[in-house]
């Protein structure tokens, strides 16, 4: 009889909280201040791949974790400033300080997002309040 090798599956905790309408967000909060009317204020919670539509979806996501198919925690650690020169306004404040007449795309936008700070204390809080391990 051949023997199988084990298949490790991962998941993030954005994953497993948060729906891609962050994404659509139209404002943001930088150093003390909000700023309406950014269009690319969605642009903070780009990560690959993108976050789920629905509460099924994120559901789907927990009964995998509970059932064991995902084994594994991570984190795409990528904590980046919006509004710093590498950050995920980039783009976009290049596209204005160069006086480039072009509509900044998604593949510029710097990958990923916080995860090793909040990861821990999220599964914590879900094992221990069960009604909270899933959407």
Known sequence: MKQLLPIHAETCP?????????IATA?????GHDHDKDDWAGARHVCAHLLRH????????????TNGTVNVI??????????HKLGKG???FKAQTQGI?????????????????????????AAT???LAGP
Request: aromatic letters at 8%; hydrophobic letters at 35%; proline letters at 9%.
């Open 54 to 65: 629905s509460d099924d979806d994120l559901q789907g996501v927990w009964d995998a974790v």
């Open 90 to 92: 980039n783009p976009v």
């Open 101 to 125: 007449n072009t509509v900044p795309v998604l593949k510029d936008i710097p990958n990923g997002l916080l995860g090793i700070v909040t990861r821990l204390p999220l599964f914590f809080h």
């Open 14 to 22: 954005h994953y497993l909280h948060l729906l891609h309408s962050k």
């Open 74 to 83: 991570s984190s795409d650690h990528s904590p980046s400033l919006y509004d």
């Open 27 to 31: 404002s943001h909060h930088i150093h």
């Open 129 to 131: 309040s069960p009604s």
